[in-house]
């Protein structure tokens, strides 16, 4: 089996920053090639992640170290933030993105998750144009068929495995040998890293034990999987 391991909302705010038990789950795991993936937040509640200089030295070691993905989850996190702009807000909002990530020294994929899911039309065309390669999503959100088109050049992905629930209970059916795992990196909707931490790992050590489990990126889900 192949599992994508994701999260939400990750940024250098201290007060619930979860960088420690990111740490604490990829030492879990020292002889795998473990990828934990980080749907991040460039601009949080007004302040750039470049702020934090030390923050962002440790995040860009655990990248460069293959142990950490670092995917994009809108510009600045506001309530759907990319759910009904125009292409020109949408394009400026993603190369915001991109020069906060570059400033801060911090290598990231073109993976990308609306905050609070919102996505429009407007947006794919602008995610397309800057070059993502995947939009991750929920299944439920409205208008989907009037979003996304089969012929669009960016692969849509949405998760089995909320982290809320115990390991082999799926929202979404599986299609395939992957499991997309969705989580949080705080505690919130019931899925944060530190309150399912031992949910996770009895996910994975179950994983493990039916045989050779194989950690991706977001970027890896292919298009022929979808």
Not at 166 to 176: P, R, S
């Amino acid at each position: 089996m192949k599992l994508i391991l994701e999260f939400d909302d990750f940024h250098h705010n201290k007060e619930v920053n979860c960088i420690d038990h990111v740490i604490k789950l990829i030492s879990k795991y020292p002889d795998d090639d473990i990828v934990v993936n980080l749907f991040s937040i460039p601009i949080y509640n007004g302040v750039p992640i470049s702020k934090d200089k030390s923050w962002c030295r440790d995040v860009s070691d655990l990248v460069k170290a293959g142990k950490v993905c670092i995917a994009v989850h809108g510009t600045n996190h506001t309530q759907e933030e990319f759910k009904n702009i125009p292409y020109p807000t949408a394009y400026f909002l993603l190369d915001r993105s991109r020069k906060e990530f570059n400033e801060a020294g911090i290598d990231f994929v073109k993976a990308f998750r609306g905050p609070h899911w919102g996505i429009c039309r407007a947006a794919v065309d602008a995610l397309i144009v800057s070059k993502y390669t995947h939009i991750y999503n929920h299944t439920k959100y409205s208008d989907l068929e009037n979003i996304f088109h089969p012929e669009d050049d960016i692969t849509f992905v949405h998760y089995n495995w909320n982290l809320k629930d115990d390991f082999g209970v799926y929202e979404n059916e599986l299609t395939n040998d992957i499991i997309v795992a969705h989580g949080h990196t705080s505690n919130v909707c019931g899925n944060g890293i530190q309150e399912r931490f031992d949910s996770i790992i009895n996910g994975i050590d179950i994983l493990k034990s039916t045989g050779d489990l194989e950690f991706l990126k977001v970027t890896d889900y292919k298009r022929e999987n979808t």
